[in-house]
Every structure is written in C-alpha cells, then in structure tokens.
C-alpha cells in the first residue's frame, strides 16, 4: 500500500520514503540533553587522582625522602621553589598530597599562590622521575578542577612537557602525563585541539602497541575518548583518521572500562553529520557495537547503545546497515531493561529507525517490537513514554496504511488517549497529531466509522472535546479540528437521540439571539441552541481584547454546542454563517471557555504537522 501523506512541515524534520536522499535523516536536534550527551556520572570529564605513590617511582627516592613530613603552605611554597633537591621534593610531594585530598582539596590556594609555573618546570629534564612524577600529578589534580584552573594549567605552559613525558621510560611518570592530559583535553574543544595539535595522539597510539599494565590502558583510552569528545568544532578529521583505527582494536577487549571508553569515544564521533557517521561505520565496528548493546554490562551497554542510536540518524543505508548487524532482535530486549534510562535511549533509537521509509517499518514490525513498545506507553516513567510517543509519531510520517493499522491493532491508541491528560503540551499536540494522521488514514479506506467508535470506547473522544478548551492555542485548534472534521455528525446524531430533539417540533430547539458582546455595536453576534428544557441554559458572551478570544461561560450540563455568527462582522473577523464551535460541558454545573480565535485571526484547519524529535 501507499505511504501516507504526511504535510510539508513534519516531514522536513524526519527522513522518510521519498523524500531527496541529501536532507534524510537529519539529526533530531535535543531538547533533553540528559539522552542526547554523556553524564558526569556515565563517563567522566576529569579525573582527581587520590591513590598511594606508585611503586616503582616509591623505589627510586630513598627512604629519607618519604618519611610523613607536615609543611605548612607558606613552608610548601618556599620548599618548591628551592634548589635544595630534597626539600623541593618533599615541598612537591606535599602540595600533591594536599591536592588529592578526597574533600574539599584546596585547589585555588594552589594555583593562587603561583605554584603552577614551577611545577611546569618541574616536569622537564634534567629533573629526577620521582620529581617528575609528584609534579604531573599535582597538576593533573589542578586540571581536574574548574575551567579556570584548568585554563591556569594550560597557560602555565604544561601541555608540552606533558606531551614529552609520554615517551618517558618511567611508566609511571607516563601514565600521570597520560591522566594530566586527559583532564586538560576534557574540560572542552579549544584545550582538546591543543592536546591534539601538541602531538599527543601518536605518543598515545604507540603506548598501546606496548605491553603496559590494565591500569595504565585504562586512562590511555580514557584520554584517548576525551580526544573525540566535544563538538563545535568537532576533532579535525586528520584526527579522527589516526584514532579511528585504535579504537576498533580497543573494541575487542575484554576489560569493561576500556570497553565502556571506547564506546563513549565512537558515541562522540558518530555524534554528528553523515559523514562523520560513515567514517565510524566504515571500520565494520556495527556488530561488536550491537552484541555489546545486548550484553548486560551496563557501563557498556549504555554508551555501545548510544552509538547506534546515533548511527541510526544517519542515511537510510547507514541505519539498514545497523539493522542488519543485529539491532532489530536486540531492540525489543532493551525496551524491557528494567533500567528506566536504558528504556528511554533504546526508545529514542527506535524512534529514528520508525522515521524512515516503509521497508525500515516493516523490519520493525516483523521483529516483534510493537508489544514492547506499547507496554512503554502504558507504563513506563514519563520521560520514557515520551520517547515511546515520538516512535509512534515517527511510524506515522512513513508507515503505509497497512502498517499504520498494524500499529493500532497493536493497543497504542489506548495508551495514547490516556497521555492526552498530561501537562505536557508538546506531547499532547503529538499525540493529537497521530489521532488526526491515523484518522486520515481510516477514511482512505473507509475504515473510519469503526475507528471512530474505538476512539469513543478508548474515552478518546470526550478527551479530545475537553482539550477544545485548553488554554494553549494550538491544542484546543487541533482538538477542533479533529471534532469537527471526524465526530461533529456522529456526536450531533448522539445528542439528537438522548435529548429526543430528533421527533421535535423546531421550535423547541430554536436559536435564540443574545446581546452583542463589547466591541460589536448592536450587531447581534452569537446564539446558542437551547437544550431540551428551555431556560436551562444562560449565556453570557463578552469580548476579552487583551486575550483576543471571546469567552462564553455555560451554566448548563447538557448544553454541548455554541453556534457563533454575525449580521454585519467586523471587518477584522472572518466568521462564517455555519461556523460551529463543541463545548465540552462536565456533568456537574460550573463553567468552561472555548479559546476562539480573535480579531484578525480566522479559524484556521488543523496545523500542519510540525513533529520533531525530542
């Protein structure tokens, strides 16, 4: 069957069949972006190191060196600055102790009293590792800090010493280099391309051809994920194109943090256009990526998850080719993680795969997926449901008719019309969004009668009525808009026969004028149809120009439609004769206010779709 239409504006923000194959897929701009970029607590920006003296530097200093020695700041600032080797040493040692402090470590007195430009110095030959070492590790902990320590450090000039230390024989005083520059890299883009441009991504790439120890490989790769994070500007290509290759040997380990960094540093680099998709995607890494999405480590999980919902904003070939690695059998099982966030970023992948054309879709359906995706609706906490009503908005923009009924045979619609009490405005204009696609996709083929009344059983209708009356704009138009084109007749026909208006005379359901409100002369300007006992209803019209709308208070619980016209209108209104407004009238007598539109706005048709990812 044919794809449905969709209007202009939705799918400009989505790919979908047909549509120029150089504007497809574009990236879902976020507006959360908790899902969209890496948490502190997921993968860390800057490390403090807080650990005991390495040992092998520990056997270099003799063992008057190391006894606990209390300095005083003033004693710490005067004994770094000496030439006397040994109180230098123990001054050094000092401030990186009081530097590594888990609380509160006095990071600004530091850099305050002027101490960094020495410890520059410090890392520089001729000076002894074990000199070299508490030096890079003070200033590895004064890098860890804000982005104006950070920048201290930086304009301390320490960036090439680091960069020389990396080639130290002393593993040790390498790997601190190695951490210092990490922090340095990922406090942002400008410290990052200096790193870069230092030339420390070769002295990197050649320390993970050597045999170093699990611990040092950790922040090799920590590092190396902190010289792909960042975007505006991205990483130079040229880069990219030297770390790419370590990145895909590094994907094959088997320790969980080098893992879990690797996938973070692929997650930033396919966090971009297509292009930069491509170059990740090239290297064949997709498989790996998507068994470690299925696996149960979540340190993992998480981050290989992320990439491949980031690949799958990519073209239509770059998303088959991440279907085809295994992620439509992985999907379903990731909807049920029992971790919330694990559901909302599997759901935001699914999303992006929904927004594609028919063939995508089908491989969706034809994986089980729906039923997950359902219960998710259901549910789900809200920042997942979310996520789960942007898939089905993404499946409407591409779905034939045939699979946007597999859709509703699925139960979305149900869950659907219970989220349209949320206080969420954009969802709710999603959610109406569907309604109004799936409706149209009904009447194509004369399906819409039983879709109607499976609306009405679903509570649906009454829903969508009371939204007529919500104050944001555009909720209570669309709502309109889905009443009068689908329901008026049918909700008519359903009064006529409660109220027995249908074997009445006509004068019992006459039109009655009412005084003109503010604002029109004494042109009569609106009426309002009487219910069944005449005198039960009181209408009290008048203009709110601050507001441009007119409110009409009901008093009556039976009263459902306000009929709205003008013998001579202003010229700024453009009201027809047979403009019919539904008022939504609770049981209980009280009050509702249709938002109409004001002076110089027509009641415009429903809004064309301006669905967009979230």
């Known amino acids: 069957m044919p794809a449905l239409d969709a209007p202009e504006e939705r799918l400009r923000k989505f790919k979908y069949w047909g549509k120029d194959a150089s504007v497809r897929r574009q990236q879902r701009v976020a507006a959360s972006l908790e899902l969209r970029k890496a948490k502190k607590d997921e993968q860390s920006l800057k490390r403090r190191n807080i650990g005991p003296l390495s040992s092998d530097v520990a056997s270099e200093v003799p063992a008057t060196r190391v006894r606990g020695v209390s300095l005083t700041l003033d004693e710490i600032i005067k004994g770094v600055n000496s030439l006397d080797p040994t109180l230098c040493f123990l001054a050094t040692q000092a401030a990186r102790k009081m530097l590594s402090q888990e609380r509160n470590p006095p990071l600004k007195v530091m850099v305050e009293a002027g101490l960094i430009p020495r410890l520059v110095e410090l890392l520089k030959p001729p000076v002894p590792p074990h000199l070299q070492f508490e030096a890079a590790w003070a200033l590895t902990n004064i890098a860890s800090g804000t982005s104006e320590q950070t920048r201290a450090v930086v304009e301390g000039g320490a960036i090439p010493p680091l960069t020389e230390l990396l080639s130290s024989p002393h593993a040790t005083v390498c790997e601190q280099a190695v951490w210092a520059l990490g922090n340095i890299a990922g406090d942002g883009p400008e410290f990052r391309d200096l790193v870069i441009s230092g030339g420390a991504i070769p002295h990197l790439l050649a320390l993970l051809s050597s045999a170093i120890p699990i611990t040092f490989l950790r922040n090799v790769t920590w590092t190396l994920s902190n010289l792909c994070r960042n975007k505006n500007p991205y990483p130079s290509q040229a880069a990219v194109r030297q770390v790419l290759p370590a990145l895909t040997h590094l994907l094959c380990h088997h320790d969980s943090e080098v893992l879990s960094d690797t996938c973070w540093a692929l997650s930033y680099l396919t966090d971009g256009h297509n292009e930069r998709i491509g170059q990740v995607v090239d290297t064949g890494v997709l498989p790996r990526l998507v068994e470690l999405m299925a696996g149960s480590e979540l340190s993992v999980l998480s981050p290989a998850l992320r990439t491949v919902g980031n690949i799958v904003t990519g073209t239509d070939q770059q998303t088959q080719k991440a279907l085809d690695a295994g992620m439509r059998p992985a999907l379903p099982q990731l909807l049920r993680h029992p971790k919330s966030s694990v559901q909302k970023e599997a759901t935001w992948a699914l999303s992006n795969v929904a927004a594609g054309p028919p063939h995508h879709i089908q491989q969706l359906i034809a994986s089980d997926i729906l039923p997950a995706l359902v219960a998710l609706l259901k549910s789900a906490e809200f920042k997942v449901q979310k996520e789960a009503v942007w898939t089905v908005a993404n499946f409407t923009t591409g779905a034939s008719v045939e699979q946007l009924f597999q859709l509703v045979h699925a139960g979305v619609l149900g869950p659907l019309m219970d989220l349209l009490t949320v206080p969420d405005v ?85 039109l009655e004028p009412i005084a003109a409100p503010r604002g029109f002369g004494g042109a009569r300007c609106a009426c309002v149809r009487r219910c069944e006992e005449p005198g039960a209803v009181t209408v009290s019209p008048s203009l709110k120009e601050e507001e441009e709308a007119i409110s009409f208070s009901l008093w009556s619980p039976e009263c459902s439609c306000v009929r709205i016209f003008t013998e001579n209108p202003p010229s700024a209104w453009n009201l027809q004769d047979q403009n019919w407004y539904r008022v939504a009238v609770g049981k209980a007598t009280g009050s509702c206010h249709p938002q109409l539109p004001g002076p110089g706005n027509a009641i415009p048709p429903s809004e064309p779709r301006r669905l967009r990812f979230e």
């Not at 309604?435 to 009344?453: D, G, T």
Request: proline share 1%; hydrophobic share 40%.
């Open 426 to 510: 954009r969802i709710v204009v999603i959610i109406l969004d569907v309604v109004a696609c799936v409706l149209q996709a009904a009447e194509k083929v004369r399906e819409k009668a039983s879709l109607c009344l499976l609306l009405e059983e679903l509570g649906g209708v009454d829903r969508i009525e009371a939204l007529q009356l919500h104050e944001n704009r555009q909720i209570s138009r669309s709502a309109l808009s889905i009443i009068e084109k689908h329901f008026s007749e049918v909700r008519d026909r359903d009064r006529h026969v409660e109220t027995g208006a249908g074997d009445r005379p006509a004068a019992q359901g006459h």
